[in-house]
């Protein structure tokens, strides 16, 4: 691998030295090497990281934005990375699109009224919210495919879990199914869809537009953004209801249970997994043995609705429930892998990871010496009207 020098570094991308010293003072793009007579050398992946920087720099984002957008990017390839960054360009003209749209509503609304609705116009102006919600989908899409990777790359189960669940589904041909929460339609990806009616919601629009594009090939499917809270369909309207880890992140479970079993038909199925209170332990003992300080949730989602508590919280509604676990583990030998884990979780890790990244990374690859067993404990209700 060829090394450069700040300086030449510099000149190869078009920047002052001042820029790239700035940018790994503040740990945003730090060298790959530093030699033993001081000097700090970038490699061509560096430069595939200044490239991304550049790019959502460009595109408006803060540096403490781009910063947290871009410090779990090992797991990308160059390709991927272009990749994402082309969607964040395509969201980003949509964004634009908006707001051209709101000054146009806007235009019209002082045009036609002598007396201006202030609210109105302010309500209709929401460019703030706009590009917050562009931020949040970027990392929910990143985080979510980083948590994929991790259990694609270590799992020893040879059956995948989004395999292993469609396989538990008694789906036949003509039967109307609603998945809540689809996100980017994973697992429709991964299988073989019959020739059904099917639903794909979501509360979030940026979720719907990725799954969208990943199932683009497949037809007769129906995207809904809603809060599942309300489900917009009449009563007994689907034969299947799928909820893969979605109850536990539900402000009100009981609100959205008697909608399930609201719209679902007389002998339909509910499917919903979840976590057991053993999931991924072994991650947990690492960050708090690192910092106690560290939560990487800021609740226990299998507290909420998980493996140990999940019948109990289910039986209100359903006359017949099973239980079914996937049995499996990794084995991780990398440590980056998890450090891009950890960082992609809910909790409060990157404020405490990120001060000192460097002290964190080195004190991972201690612990991942040779190979890390984590426990998986994951699993599905089987419920029946």
Request: proline share 2%; aromatic share 12%.
């Amino acid at each position: 691998m060829k090394y450069y020098k700040t300086g030449e570094f510099a000149k190869m991308s078009n920047l002052s030295i001042r820029t790239i010293r700035y940018y790994d003072k503040i740990g945003l793009l730090k060298p790959s090497q530093i030699a033993d007579n001081g000097y700090r050398l970038y490699s061509d992946k560096d430069f595939i990281k200044l490239q991304k920087i550049l790019s959502l720099k460009y595109l408006g984002f803060s540096l403490d934005d781009i910063f947290s957008m871009t410090i779990n990017d090992s797991y990308l390839t160059l390709q991927e990375s272009l990749s994402l960054q082309k969607k964040m360009i395509d969201q980003k003209i949509e964004h634009l699109q908006n707001i051209k749209e709101s000054l146009e509503k806007t235009e019209e609304l002082i045009t036609r009224s002598q007396n201006i609705d202030w609210k109105a116009i302010l309500d209709n102006i929401n460019f703030n919210t706009m590009e917050k919600d562009l931020i949040e989908q970027y990392k929910n899409s990143t985080n979510i495919d980083i948590r994929i990777k991790l259990h694609e790359k270590y799992s020893m189960n040879p059956i995948h879990w989004f395999e292993w669940m469609f396989s538990q589904y008694e789906i036949k041909d003509k039967m109307k199914v609603l998945e809540i929460g689809c996100g980017n339609g994973e697992i429709w990806q991964r299988n073989t869809v019959p020739n059904i009616d099917l639903v794909l919601s979501d509360i979030s629009q940026g979720m719907l537009e990725d799954a969208k594009s990943n199932l683009k090939d497949i037809k007769n499917i129906d995207y809904q953004c809603f809060d599942c809270h309300h489900i917009p369909y009449d009563d007994c309207s689907f034969d299947i209801i799928i909820a893969n880890h979605v109850l536990f992140y539900v402000q009100d479970i009981h609100q959205v249970l008697k909608e399930i079993d609201r719209v679902l038909k007389p002998n339909g199925i509910f499917y919903c997994s979840t976590y057991g209170c053993q999931h991924m332990k072994e991650i947990t003992d690492l960050v708090k043995e690192f910092d106690p300080k560290i939560t990487l949730s800021n609740i226990k989602l299998y507290d909420i609705f998980g493996l140990e508590n999940g019948k109990n919280i289910l039986q209100d509604y359903f006359h017949h429930i099973e239980l079914r676990r996937h049995d499996d583990y990794l084995l991780v030998d990398h440590a980056d892998d998890i450090i891009n884990y950890i960082l992609s979780c809910h909790g409060n890790q990157s404020d405490y990871i990120l001060k000192d990244y460097q002290s964190f990374k080195n004190y991972m690859n201690r612990k991942v010496h040779k190979e890390l067993r984590i426990t998986k404990d994951a699993g599905m209700f089987i419920c029946r009207k």
